[in-house]
């Protein structure tokens, strides 16, 4: 039987469902202010970009609504009509072209410069890969990938083509009030000394089915929807939001909200290039036929080789909490909060602390950060690299559960270690003609 790593003591769990939230105003720096207005109209004075949007229903709208602060949209693409025609006339008044529901007639067209994906997470990555072998660079909604060898393919084109690829994980920018950067860089100042632990609480995840099966609607190409996914008869509960609570096409709780709060973790801990050295953990998976099919509750140990253990729950107060010997704080997207926090009113951190931190530029707009990239030919502050590694320790979690046993890692050659069928499942079959070429 595999051995259990240490789990969460009652003490934390208290502390993360009770901590005293501190006003997140009084602690912004100073460089989040109206001069995030200023230089984003600097730097849309620049020679406009040419923008095509590919999967607009909901998400993939507002981003395409904020890359046109940077850009002329004139090219629109989704499997659902529907969708394409609302975006459409919300983000261009008609003006922008629908290239029907194909997004490689898009990606044919020269005139077009810049991509925002905002599909079902099981496209990501191959319209990403395909863009920028057309010569596009790309703004993908995270998570990037639905395998671990999705991030090595990607991370492989970018290298090859040397097109810019931002992934949409916020919260590495000042888009909530900058608390996030304030903790990863305290956490890298020595804010609460040596990390011991990092505590990742994700909301409790929905359960759903079974359910019925009906006709494909006519505005929207089922087939093409489901991509390299098996093919399965149509229902809606599978499409929208509904699409991360199924293995086919997502990873449920766990590689969704864990994208952007996993991310923060790793890069804090000095990991954000690496990995976990062993991932144990438990976890409740649904059994309804044609039902949600992600875990509904789970708890995962991550083990790093530099000692720290980065814990992955459902039973916590949604956010971070990182541990050290000289204290513990916790952030998410409402407070940061605990001892080290208020310290920072008498002991701040040097001003140049989140500018560094955030490769010399000013944070606060990840989509500003891409357009200023893509001009710079930099990397952008949500890199496919970084991500990767990210993404590979939420995929490792996922192998983990469904296997129901502890799994060993090398983040050097980014293999599982005595575990062939482990080893297996960092890819997927992919259904004939939705196959990933690099």
Request: glycine content about 10%; charged content about 20%; aromatic content about 8%.
């Amino acid at each position: 039987m595999a051995t259990k790593l240490p789990g969460i003591g009652r003490g934390r769990r208290k502390f993360l469902r009770h901590s005293t939230a501190i006003a997140v105003g009084a602690l912004v720096p100073y460089w989040f202010s109206t001069s995030q207005v200023v230089a984003e109209k600097s730097c849309a004075k620049l020679d406009r970009l040419r923008l095509g949007a590919i999967g607009v229903g909901g998400r993939g709208t507002v981003i395409a609504g904020q890359a046109q602060s940077f850009a002329d949209l004139i090219a629109i693409c989704d499997v659902d009509s529907s969708h394409a025609e609302r975006a459409q006339y919300k983000l261009s008044n008609g003006k922008a072209k629908i290239c029907y529901e194909d997004y490689r007639y898009l990606l044919d067209r020269q005139d077009i410069d810049v991509v925002t994906i905002g599909t079902r997470d099981h496209w990501h990555a191959k319209i990403a890969i395909e863009a920028m072998q057309a010569d596009k660079d790309v703004y993908c909604e995270k998570p990037m990938t639905l395998t671990i060898e999705e991030g090595r393919q990607i991370a492989q084109v970018v290298k090859q083509t040397g097109r810019v690829m931002q992934v949409g994980t916020q919260q590495r920018s000042g888009e909530y009030g900058g608390q996030f950067l304030t903790a990863v860089a305290m956490v890298r100042a020595g804010r609460i000394g040596k990390v011991h632990r990092v505590t990742v609480g994700l909301s409790s995840p929905p359960q759903g089915g079974p359910f019925s099966t009906r006709p494909v609607p006519t505005c929207l190409n089922w087939d093409m929807w489901l991509g390299q996914a098996p093919w399965v008869d149509y229902c809606p509960e599978r499409c929208g939001p509904g699409a991360r609570w199924w293995y086919e096409y997502a990873g449920g709780q766990i590689t969704n909200w864990g994208a952007h709060h996993v991310d923060i973790g790793q890069w804090a801990i000095g990991m954000e290039q690496s990995g976990p050295t062993a991932i144990a953990g438990t976890a409740t998976h649904p059994n309804i036929p044609n039902g949600y099919n992600t875990a509904t509750a789970f708890d995962i140990q991550c083990r790093f080789a530099n000692g720290v253990e980065l814990v992955i729950g459902d039973n916590f107060e949604h956010g971070i909490l990182f541990e050290g010997e000289a204290g513990r704080f916790f952030v998410n997207r409402g407070k940061i909060v605990g001892k080290p926090v208020e310290q920072l009113h008498d002991r701040p951190l040097p001003e140049d602390t989140i500018s560094r931190l955030y490769r010399g530029r000013q944070p606060g707009s990840h989509m500003r950060n891409f357009f200023e990239c893509v001009r710079s030919r930099e990397q952008p502050i949500s890199d496919v690299f970084t991500h990767h590694r990210t993404m590979t320790t939420l995929h490792l979690a996922n192998i983990c559960i469904r296997l129901g046993r502890e799994i060993t890692w090398d983040p050097e050659t980014e293999q599982i270690l005595g575990d062939d069928e482990a080893n297996c499942m960092q890819h997927r079959h992919q259904r004939k003609g939705y196959e990933i070429v690099v």
